[in-house]
């Protein structure tokens, strides 16, 4: 354990990633700020829309107008106040949604929409980008998950017009854009060295994904979010060149969805070879975290840790074994469980040690084993173990 002074390192998504509906929901906080969404071109339009037919409900007077939003005021005035989203499907002054369920809209209205790249360009003029301190790249097309590239080759020639950038997410798609697994990412290198002020970084979806840094010596929080990560993604990590990074989060997911990679290609992370200032590790989402658990028991980097998250995967009582046995997890400021497969004798044997030795612990979220769909009593290889599943896969 560190013995030097304790390090801070922000968790941005820690608040949306307590909940069951985190890839369902965009996220209410990034990088310690909240977050407000860019608004489209005809928001103002459609809020007038929707409060004359709020008006005409209630037999009122139909308004003319509606006030400025207060929250983007603010944010313009002061754009480092905020997380900014980005976000659009593009934008028209079609207001049929608010009297009906279909478009009654002419082809010359329709090709008044403002696209999602036009929305972009928009947004850097009409903010103050030298003061944005983070920033979060959504969906800009209606096929966002299969236009990535596209999507980062349009943020890099903004690059020069964020001067002041820290924290960013690419590509925060949740459900209603695409399943994480079919998520097709790009090689965001380029991104990270367009933003050499960037201390922290977020990618979601595996399906491509390179991050092979040369050298990044402002970085200091990674997290990639996968529902199968690749053993060329960890090892893309374990060779760039980030001397400052302290926070590290990889969530592995399930081999039906691309996850094989194995305890060597993680080797020089585990040895303490790389990342000399690591003090936050991540391993999370995993469908074999008692394996991980067993490799870190006598890993070098263990013992160099403040905090480590192996939440949202498939723990068991063997896994909690080894965690109570091995004297290096007593060393830890903070242990995260959350999301296990624990009977509740273990469970709660966790929460009672690991507090007694100082250890913030956070053992919640407990499932059961489900197979009676599956159980066939005359199938002598039957595993429950086959039906353990990570949080977030598909």
Known sequence: MSTGPARHVRHELLAEERTPMAFYDYVAEFAGLPVLEFPGKYRDYHRLAHARREAMKDERPLPESVAPDPALTAALADPSSVAWRLRSYGDSTCTCYHLANRCACSEE????????????????????????????????????????EKHRD?????????????????????????????????????????????????????????????EHTSLRSLTIQTGGMSKRVAQDVT?????????????????NYGYDLGVGDLAPLLSGEVL??????????????????????????????????????????????????APVFRGLKR?????????????????????ASGVEIDVSDRREVD????????????????????????
């Not at 929409?113 to 103050?128: I, K, M, P, S």
């Not at 399943?179 to 050499?196: G, K, T, Y």
């Not at 067993?294 to 909690?320: H, I, W």
């Open 154 to 214: 349009a943020l890099l020639r903004y690059a020069d017009r964020l001067p002041n950038l820290r924290s960013l997410f690419f590509a925060e798609l949740v459900v209603m854009d695409s399943e994480i697994s079919w998520i097709d990412q790009v090689d965001v290198a380029p991104r990270l060295a367009a933003f050499p002020k960037l201390t922290s970084f977020t990618v979601r979806g595996g399906n491509g994904l390179r991050i092979r840094v040369p």
């Open 109 to 148: 209205e329709k090709a008044a929409d403002e696209t999602g790249w036009a929305y972009l360009d928009r947004f850097f003029r009409e903010v103050d980008t030298e003061g944005v301190t983070a920033l979060i790249l959504s969906a800009l097309s209606d096929e966002a998950d299969q236009e990535l």
């Open 239 to 255: 060779a760039s060149g980030l001397p400052n990074l302290e926070h590290l989060e990889l969530w592995l997911g399930s081999h």
């Open 276 to 325: 000399p200032r690591l003090r936050s590790l991540g391993l999370r989402n995993a469908e074999d975290t008692d394996t991980w658990i067993r490799a870190l028991a006598d890993a070098p980097v263990t013992r160099t840790l403040d905090t480590l998250d192996l939440s949202k995967g498939t723990l068991r009582d063997e896994g909690a074994s080894v965690l109570l046995d």
């Open 371 to 394: 197979t009676d769909e599956f159980y066939d009593p005359d199938d002598e290889d039957f595993d429950p173990s086959d039906y353990l599943y990570p949080a977030v896969t598909e």
């Open 335 to 355: 242990l995260d469980l959350h999301h296990h497969y624990l009977s509740e004798e273990v469970q709660e044997r966790l929460r009672a040690e690991f507090t």
